[in-house]
T-cell receptor, first 113, second 116 residues
Framework: AQRVTQPEKLLSVFKGAPVELKCNYSYSGSPELFWYVQYSRQRLQLLLRHISRESIKGFTADLNKGETSFHLKKPFAQEEDSAMYYCALSGPPMNTGFQKLVFGTGTRLLVSP | SAVISQKPSRDICQRGTSLTIQCQVDSQVTMMFWYRQQPGQSLTLIATANQGSEATYESGFVIDKFPISRPNLTFSTLTVSNMSPEDSSIYLC?????????????FGPGTRLTVL
């Protein structure tokens, strides 16, 4: 079964400190992983996907198949990074050909001045 | 990316009644999905809304409780039937289109439902 685990409900850091939001997954196939973010009073939006190997807003995430992890990192947190972050896993295609997303429970990041 | 709107944005309903939530997209999309996010929990997929055919429901969700319509490629509705307080949740519509990866989904603003 596919599962995404985000062990921290809340991560509180000071501005300028490094941030690491943890995500571990369970999936027997070749996973595709994503980080979604929800800022206060805004809708859920895609932050980055592992397949793109990109850095968005200073955030990066590396897929570690050995550790089945996809932790989200940023070297210097900013106050505007405060938000709810969800890790998600894309499973095998459904009958429609599209893949279902399985979400973790989310981590709230709070960056204090 | 698609622009998605939902109506209503929030509602407070009485036990035993039903509420229909609308999802409108500004462009034609292949796939539309409905999610539920219960208080303090993650998003759970309810069903895939298929255009011109019956929705595909996930385990634990049934058509009688959550009937879905998808009359065209830009619109879908989710009805929460015979509501109980346990149905209090945020309900989200999302869309995906070919070429962007079916996995890259775009979400609506959500409908916050409170059942008394």
């Amino acid at each position: 079964a596919q599962r995404v685990t985000q062990p921290e409900k809340l991560l509180s850091v000071f501005k300028g400190a490094p941030v690491e939001l943890k995500c571990n997954y369970s999936y027997s196939g070749s996973p595709e992983l994503f980080w979604y973010v929800q800022y206060s009073r805004q809708r859920l939006q895609l932050l980055l996907r592992h397949i793109s190997r990109e850095s968005i807003k200073g955030f990066t995430a590396d897929l570690n198949k050995g550790e089945t992890s996809f932790h989200l990192k940023k070297p210097f947190a900013q106050e505007e990074d405060s938000a709810m972050y969800y890790c998600a896993l894309s499973g095998p295609p459904m009958n429609t050909g599209f893949q279902k997303l399985v979400f973790g429970t989310g981590t709230r990041l709070l960056v204090s001045p | 990316s698609a622009v998605i709107s939902q109506k209503p944005s929030r509602d407070i309903c009485q036990r035993g009644t039903s509420l229909t939530i609308q999802c409108q997209v500004d462009s034609q999309v292949t796939m539309m999905f409905w999610y539920r996010q219960q208080p303090g929990q993650s998003l759970t997929l309810i069903a895939t809304a298929n255009q011109g055919s019956e929705a595909t429901y996930e385990s634990g969700f049934v058509i009688d409780k959550f009937p879905i319509s998808r009359p065209n490629l830009t619109f879908s509705t989710l009805t929460v039937s015979n509501m109980s307080p346990e149905d209090s949740s945020i309900y989200l519509c999302s869309v995906a289109t070919p070429g962007q990866g079916g996995d890259t989904q775009y979400f609506g603003p959500g409908t916050r439902l409170t059942v008394l």
